[in-house]
Nanobody, 124 residues
Framework: QVQLVESGGGLVQAGGSLRLSCAAS????????VGWFRQAPGKDRQFVAA????????YYADSVKGRFTISRDSAENTVYLQMNSLKPEDTAVYSC?????????????????WGQGTQVTVSS
């Protein structure tokens, strides 16, 4: 069993930065790949980024590539999403999710555990 708690969301101006955290409980968290997803009002959930168990493999949506960086601290059982050069279209609720699999995936249905989400609002 894995429990995930996101933090770090907030209100920021366009061009600014935020760092989201996804803190996990559970001794086997290091066995899980982790993804970040976002959902804007009235829109479908969208894949943002994923990271493998060791932290060396990453995968990004084209819309955030070059602006967002996903990383993980195994000692702290935490995955981070550093978001730079934020745009108003990045406004959404951001959630992290975990999957017990080696392959990185953007398919939300593959993920087994989800956090409650944290709101990110980017003003123009």
């Amino acid at each position: 069993q894995v429990q995930l708690v996101e933090s770090g969301g907030g209100l920021v101006q366009a061009g600014g930065s935020l760092r989201l955290s996804c803190a996990a409980s559970g001794r086997t968290f290091s066995s899980y790949a982790v993804g970040w997803f976002r959902q804007a009002p009235g829109k479908d959930r969208q894949f943002v980024a994923a990271i493998g168990q060791s932290g060396t493999r990453t995968y990004y949506a084209d819309s955030v590539k070059g602006r967002f960086t996903i990383s993980r601290d195994s000692a702290e059982n935490t995955v981070y999403l550093q978001m730079n050069s934020l745009k108003p279209e990045d406004t959404a609720v951001y959630s992290c999710a975990a999957v017990l699999a080696f392959t990185l995936t953007s398919n939300e249905w593959r993920y087994n555990y989800w956090g409650q989400g944290t709101q990110v609002t980017v003003s123009s």
